[in-house]
């Protein structure tokens, strides 16, 4: 069982719409991270949560612990919020990151 | 913005030969990090080093693979006799709280 998993796997939506994407896991952890996936393949960081909610521009990432489950929502989205989103985990600060399998989303004008 | 660097961008290669991909962390980074990702494939861990030495490493990092910091500056990775099922872009990362990750080396072997 991957230890890691996101839904949905794509995501299509009009512009403006409001967006979820969810992921779940199923180890203990210390840190969950929220990335970015461009075209290109490169990798950036969009949050790193232990507890709670950030929020960052139209990007909002909760994490609820207790039922290892974390959300990652686009307000307003735009055609250039199309790339694939990947949720990974830490268990321990330092350790290696487990990724989970991406969800990519297209934004229609 | 801090950045990590990886070089080359794109390598080409034929089977069996060596090759070296190269990354220059954050500079006050103490952990650092490989990962690949196969086409179509999520992206996984190699191996992790901290205080010049391997701290992890996955079941694929075998013996054809090694790492090492030459010179306190780059982070390498060598893959010694190259097969097919390596061709995949692979990623350096440093950090341990909030990660850097370099742009990526994809490496094609025919």
């Known amino acids: 069982k991957n230890e890691v998993e996101q839904s949905p796997q794509n995501l299509t939506a009009q512009e403006g719409e409001f967006i979820t994407i969810n992921c779940s896991y199923s180890v203990g952890i210390s840190a969950l991270h929220w990335l970015q996936q461009h075209p290109g393949g490169g990798i950036v960081s969009l949050f790193m949560l232990s507890s709670g909610k950030k929020k960052h521009g139209r990007l909002i990432a909760t994490i609820n612990i207790q039922e290892k489950h974390s959300s990652l929502h686009i307000t307003a989205s735009h055609p250039r919020d199309s790339v694939v989103y990947i949720c990974?985990?830490?268990?321990?600060?330092?350790?290696?990151?487990?990724f989970g399998p991406g969800t990519s989303l297209s934004v229609i004008p | 913005e801090p950045e990590v660097t990886q070089t080359p961008s794109h390598q080409v290669t034929q089977m069996g030969q060596e090759v070296i991909l190269r990354c220059v962390p954050i500079?006050?980074?103490?952990?650092f990090y490989w990962y690949r990702q196969i086409l179509g494939q999520k992206v996984e861990f190699l191996v992790s080093?901290?205080?010049?030495?391997?701290?992890?490493k996955s079941e694929i990092f075998d013996d054809q693979f090694s790492v090492e910091r030459p010179d306190g500056s780059n982070f390498t990775l060598k893959i010694r006799s190259t097969k097919l099922e390596d061709s995949a872009m692979y990623f350096c990362?440093?950090?341990?709280?909030?990660?850097?990750f370099g742009e990526g080396s994809r490496l094609t072997v025919l």
């Open positions: 990362a440093s950090g341990g709280g909030e990660l850097f």
């Open positions: 990974a985990v830490q268990k321990t600060s330092y350790d290696k990151v487990i």
């Open positions: 080093f901290y205080n010049n030495e391997i701290s992890e």
């Open positions: 500079s006050n980074h103490l952990y």
